[in-house]
């Protein structure tokens, strides 16, 4: 999503900011915690992160309607919680299991971007998210990945049905179509943006049972695998592409778009953040995320 690609560091810039991009060898917290701290040492004058993938989503309905494949969820404190939850830490008591892994809220200045975003997007006559993606040229054999899938390809099963061969697809399988919830059309021409909490564990989700419980209990949009190895440490909005619905018919068709899209409305950030107001944020140390938030 950059307009131009350096070959060393001469430090890029996007709408006046400096920005270091950096890609975690495999997915999973401790990945993702390790390649924080080695930027860190690297860059010791960050002030914040981004955290940009794609997620799980939990088919449920925000204030924007039905999350789909190919919507967008950030993360945004909501009531009581901070806008990221560790779902699998926390205390066995008497008969039930407390959950204690509320993490880091997102930095101000990227909460603000995330609203003057929105609210810049309800007068756009074609939505910029959209463009984005589209301007990968899908016809180079590499980048065909980022294209978008059809729309019969946004499938919901009903949340206890089970897809039984990981390695098949759902066709092959003979997952029973009858299973499928219809839900409203996936709009392809106006990517949705969802913004609440979202779950991080060091364990694909992939259980629709699971899924739904935990989402009920901590109103939950999206399910990841890196925020809880990050927001310990380092202040970080979290923008998740939704690629699949955390069940077990999880595939990988959606996956390179999800990621094009929560690419592109990281982008689009950059434009609703002053670099003054950047410039006052605190530079981030260790330990000191978790301070702002029990
Ligand atoms: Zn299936």
């Known amino acids: 999503m950059l307009d131009e690609r350096h070959q060393r560091l001469p430090q890029p ?80 008591e008497a008969d039930k299991f407390v959950r204690t892994g509320f993490l880091a809220p997102p930095p101000h200045v990227l909460l603000n971007a995330a609203l003057e975003a929105q ?7 074609t939505d910029p998210l959209i463009a984005h993606p589209n301007s990968i040229d899908v016809t180079k054999p590499r980048l065909r990945q980022y294209r978008r899938p059809e729309a019969d390809q946004d499938q919901l099963y009903e949340p206890g049905y089970v897809h039984l061969d990981r390695e098949l697809s759902c066709t092959d399988c003979g997952c029973d179509t009858t299973k499928r919830i219809n839900r409203d059309a996936n709009d392809d ?25 935990l989402a009920q209990e901590q109103k939950i949009l999206c399910f990841e695998m890196e925020a809880a190895g990050v927001l310990n440490d380092f202040p970080s909005l979290v923008v998740r592409g939704i690629s699949d619905y955390s069940d077990s018919h999880k595939n990988d068709k959606w996956h390179g778009y999800a990621a094009a899209v929560a690419a592109a409305y990281t982008r689009e950030l950059f434009y609703h953040m002053p670099v003054e107001e950047v410039k006052q944020c605190k530079i981030a140390e260790k330990g000191d995320a978790m301070l702002t938030w029990k």
């Open 119 to 125: 609210v810049n997007r309800l007068g756009m006559p």
């Open 13 to 92: 810039d996007i709408c006046g900011h400096n920005v270091v991009i950096v890609r975690p060898p495999m997915a999973g917290n401790c990945f993702a915690a390790t390649v924080v701290a080695q930027m860190r040492r690297t860059y010791p004058r960050l002030r914040f992160g981004l955290l940009v993938g794609i997620g799980g989503g939990v088919p449920t309905k925000t204030d924007e309607g039905l999350i789909h494949l190919g919507h967008v969820v950030v993360s945004q404190p909501v009531g009581q919680h901070s806008g990221a939850v560790q779902y699998d830490h926390g205390e066995a």
């Open 189 to 213: 021409d106006w990517v949705v943006i969802h913004r609440g909490t979202i779950a991080s564990g060091e364990a694909v989700m992939r259980d629709g049972l699971q899924r739904d419980a």
